[in-house]
């Protein structure tokens, strides 16, 4: 099909280019590498150089994931974003954490009382464990220790009751005994009212306060920034993006994500093995050769 006059392949208007991009962490910007000696995650070089790119045009880079504020300043280290020109924003703990780096200065923050929710979800996974950031100290409590790897920091063993004790900006339950599908049924099963929810990759579900999102976040980020949310560009593969994708002027879902997430979006990118993030960024942002990367990425 032929592209209408004044727009771009992707329906956007021949002068629009991102004020801003917004970018997911796991499975969008870090990729798994399986060597002979290790298993750990890396940001590649094509990724890395189109980020720079983007950001070196003028446009804004925020980083949105579920991670705690902890968990992704190293992501920012890694990224080479912190620099003397302006400190980066990131939107943690999907949208309840709003700070600059370097260094952390926590602008906004978002509390809820998780106490009934969490009841509801033990009642039935009475064996799933349960955290909560300990913000400051770069670590969680914890009623039991989680898998290896799957959280960042110290975690602290506290007896449940007291971990949701008083007003928290994100719970995470997880039941390595149970599925995504499990959690899915279950939430949509309780209601959960009171309670923002989002189920991840395996049996783990985010528990924030009603109304509360990557995309609330990055629209308290766009106000403080003076950009509309018609010139964000995100990409992200996970159910937790869901709104984000849904709410910015382009959102592009990663190959790998599930059909409820590219459904949300406005175009699917390759995978994250495939350097999905800088074949979209390459879109908007070419390289010196002036010629974007591999188009491939409007397909669902």
């Excluded at 009603?210 to 992200?236: N, Y």
């Excluded at 406005?266 to 093995?273: L, M, Y």
């Amino acid at each position: 099909m032929a592209t209408p006059a004044g727009q771009t392949p992707a329906g956007k208007p021949a002068d629009w280019r991102p004020q801003m991009v917004a970018l997911d962490i796991d499975g969008t910007l870090l990729a798994w590498v399986d060597d002979e000696a290790d298993v750990y995650e890396t940001i590649r070089p094509e990724v890395y150089d189109a980020v720079h790119r983007a950001r070196a045009a003028g446009a804004h880079i925020v980083l949105a994931s579920g991670r705690s504020p902890h968990g992704m300043t190293r992501i920012a280290d890694m990224l080479d974003l912190p620099d003397d020109d302006e400190r980066l924003w990131i939107v943690a703990s999907n949208g309840a954490v709003i700070f600059r780096y370097p260094p952390m200065d926590v602008v906004h923050e978002e509390t809820f009382d998780a106490s009934s929710a969490v009841a509801a979800v033990l009642e039935h996974h009475p064996n799933a464990l349960v955290a909560v950031e300990e913000r400051g100290v770069g670590g969680y409590r914890v009623s039991r220790e989680f898998p290896f790897g799957e959280l960042s920091g110290a975690q602290i063993v506290t007896d449940v009751h007291e971990i949701i004790g008083d007003p928290v900006s994100r719970v995470i339950i997880r039941d390595p005994e149970a599925t995504a599908d499990d959690f899915v049924e279950l939430a949509a099963r309780l209601g959960l009212h009171g309670t923002d929810y989002v189920v991840g990759w395996t049996a783990w579900m985010d528990l924030s306060p009603v109304g509360v999102s990557k995309a609330s976040g990055l629209q308290h980020v766009c106000d403080e920034l003076g950009v509309a949310a018609r010139d964000v560009l995100a990409i992200g593969d996970g159910r937790n993006d869901i709104e984000m994708l849904a709410w910015a002027g382009r959102g592009v879902a990663m190959g790998q994500a599930v059909e409820e997430v590219r459904a949300a979006a406005d175009a699917v990118t390759e995978t994250v093995n495939d350097n999905g993030a800088a074949t979209e960024i390459n879109r908007w942002f070419p390289d010196a050769s002036g010629t974007p990367a591999r188009d491939g990425s409007d397909g669902r």
